[in-house]
């Protein structure tokens, strides 16, 4: 499970570059946020989908395009200087650039999650709440070792379940 750094004053930026390497962090709502960095499993199913999505999505190859898609890109929102989906989506009409050498600083409209049972009370407590308050329109949750994938639609502000599927059904 992620660890909070228990605190008055608000995380800065400085805290989360001194982290060792083995070591991610996210700054969320003012709060540091540190886990063990994801190992191979995590990573490969990560790829994966990235990979189903890029072509249709990013690159307009066989599929309606529009989009930008990024595997753990970083992204600033005030109070939020640092926070990391595994990998999100913004659609070109809301961000027509992506800019080079800076965080994004425009909330995604849609966000992937991969959890092991180890992160799922900071994805779910954390994560999924701060993505609501940022009006992130859609959510999908691919849980690891329930071997289930969920998808979510914001809708006023609460999230909407659309559907579950279990084991290794393609969607």
């Not at 709502?29 to 994801?38: A, C, F, I, K, S």
């Not at 990573?43 to 249709?56: A, G, N, Y």
């Not at 650039?97 to 409209?109: G, S």
Request: with cysteine; aromatic share 10%.
């Amino acid at each position: 499970m992620a660890d909070p750094a228990r605190r008055i004053d608000p995380a800065t930026m400085a805290e989360l570059e001194a982290l060792p390497p083995h070591i991610k962090g996210e700054i969320i709502e003012g709060v540091l946020y540190t886990q063990p960095r994801p190992r191979s499993r995590h990573q490969r199913v990560l790829s994966l989908i990235d990979h189903e999505l890029i072509d249709p999505y990013d690159r307009s190859r066989s599929g309606p395009g529009g989009w930008w898609i990024l595997p753990e890109p970083g992204i600033e929102l005030p109070g939020s200087p640092e926070f990391s989906p595994d990998i999100a989506g913004w659609k070109r009409e809301r961000l027509p650039e992506l800019p080079e050498d800076e965080p994004i600083r425009i909330a995604p409209d849609w966000v992937c999650e991969i959890f092991s049972p180890r992160m799922r009370s900071y994805t779910q407590g954390v994560k999924r709440p701060f993505y609501a308050r940022a009006g992130v329109g859609w959510l999908w949750y691919v849980d690891l070792d329930a071997q289930t994938f969920t998808w979510s639609r914001l809708h006023e502000g609460k999230w909407l379940e659309l559907g579950v599927v279990v084991g290794e059904a393609r969607v």
